[in-house]
Structures are given as structure tokens and as C-alpha cells.
């Protein structure tokens, strides 16, 4: 629920700026981490280049950094609406009823 609420937040930011810009902006997740938490920033970048090999950061996460704030975490909450979900009991679905 709160990833999902900071994406909605982000995407009524981004249709503010849209409408204020009078075009479409959208504002990259590194420009939103970078201005929230920039040392969060740097020590993802720090740890990804000193522990995995190199082409894990330059296209891959920034690639991901790169993209609308709002896409990626909405992305996520789908993602831990869909693991959190409760699944639905399926016995006895073949019995005479």
C-alpha cells in the first residue's frame, strides 16, 4: 500500500509539472532518489560497483534510474500486490455439490 501511495504522489507531481510545463514531464527515479536521499544514492552506486561486475551499473541500474519515478514504483507495488495476495482454496472443486 505505500509504494503504491508514493507512486500515485509521484504521478500527481509529474501531471502538476505536466500542466504547469504545459508538455508531458516526467521526472526520472535518479533525479527523485538524488533529491530525497543522495547518499542512499551514492552508496547503491558505491556497493553495485565494488561488488557485482560493471555492466550491472552502467546500463542496467542506470537504466532503471533513467526511467519515470512514478513507472518503477508502481511496478513494485504491482509486483508486492501480486506476492502478498491470498491465494484461493481450490479443494474439493470437482466434488458433487
Given at each position: 500500500?505505500?509504494?503504491?501511495?508514493?507512486?500515485?504522489?509521484?504521478?500527481?507531481?509529474?501531471?502538476?509539472?505536466?500542466?504547469?510545463?504545459?508538455?508531458?514531464?516526467?521526472?526520472?527515479?535518479?533525479?527523485?532518489?538524488?533529491?530525497?536521499?543522495p547518499?542512499?544514492?551514492?552508496?547503491?552506486?558505491?556497493?553495485?560497483?565494488?561488488?557485482?561486475?560493471?555492466?550491472?551499473w552502467?546500463?542496467?541500474?542506470?537504466?532503471?534510474?533513467?526511467?519515470?519515478?512514478?513507472?518503477?514504483?508502481?511496478?513494485?507495488?504491482?509486483?508486492?500486490?501480486?506476492?502478498?495476495?491470498?491465494?484461493?482454496?481450490?479443494?474439493?472443486?470437482?466434488?458433487?455439490?
Amino acid at each position: 500500500m505505500i509504494t503504491l501511495s508514493v507512486a500515485v504522489i509521484m504521478a500527481v507531481l509529474d501531471a502538476t509539472r505536466s500542466i504547469a510545463a504545459e508538455a508531458i514531464v516526467w521526472t526520472p527515479l535518479g533525479e527523485t532518489w538524488e533529491a530525497v536521499s543522495p547518499s542512499t544514492l551514492a552508496g547503491l552506486e558505491s556497493t553495485i560497483r565494488q561488488g557485482l561486475p560493471p555492466f550491472v551499473w552502467d546500463p542496467v541500474v542506470t537504466g532503471l534510474l533513467g526511467l519515470p519515478g512514478f513507472a518503477v514504483v508502481l511496478a513494485i507495488a504491482v509486483i508486492f500486490g501480486f506476492a502478498g495476495r491470498r491465494r484461493t482454496r481450490v479443494s474439493n472443486r470437482f466434488a458433487a455439490q
